[in-house]
Nanobody, 125 residues
Framework: QVQLVESGGGLVQAGGSLRLSCAAS????????MGWFRQAPGKERDFVAAIDWSGGITDYADSVKGRFTISRDNAKNTVYLQMNSLKPEDTDVYYC??????????????????WGQGTQVTVSS
């Protein structure tokens, strides 16, 4: 069992930055590929970014490419999402997720085994 706890959300003006963190429990964090997703009320959960177990492979949704950066620190059991040049359309609840995998990354939410509770990001215009 893995527990994921997100933090770092909040209210920021357009053009600003936030860094989300996701702390994972358990000693096998390095076995997991990690992803960030976001979801608005009544909408599907959308892929944002993902990183493989080593940090050597990353993937981003086109809407955030060049603005967001995913990274991980396996010694701290933590994955990060640095969000720069934020836009009002980035407003959502952001979730981190873990997939037991030693190969690449995936975009589909169904591939992930564990989820955090979410953290709200609100970007004002």
């Amino acid at each position: 069992q893995v527990q994921l706890v997100e933090s770092g959300g909040g209210l920021v003006q357009a053009g600003g930055s936030l860094r989300l963190s996701c702390a994972a429990s358990g000693r096998t964090f390095r076995r997991y590929a990690m992803g960030w997703f976001r979801q608005a009320p009544g909408k599907e959960r959308d892929f944002v970014a993902a990183i493989d177990w080593s940090g050597g492979i990353t993937d981003y949704a086109d809407s955030v490419k060049g603005r967001f950066t995913i990274s991980r620190d396996n010694a701290k059991n933590t994955v990060y999402l640095q969000m720069n040049s934020l836009k009002p359309e980035d407003t959502d609840v952001y979730y981190c997720a873990a997939e037991i995998s030693d190969r690449g990354v995936k975009r589909g939410p169904g591939a992930y085994d564990y989820w955090g509770q979410g953290t709200q990001v609100t970007v004002s215009s």
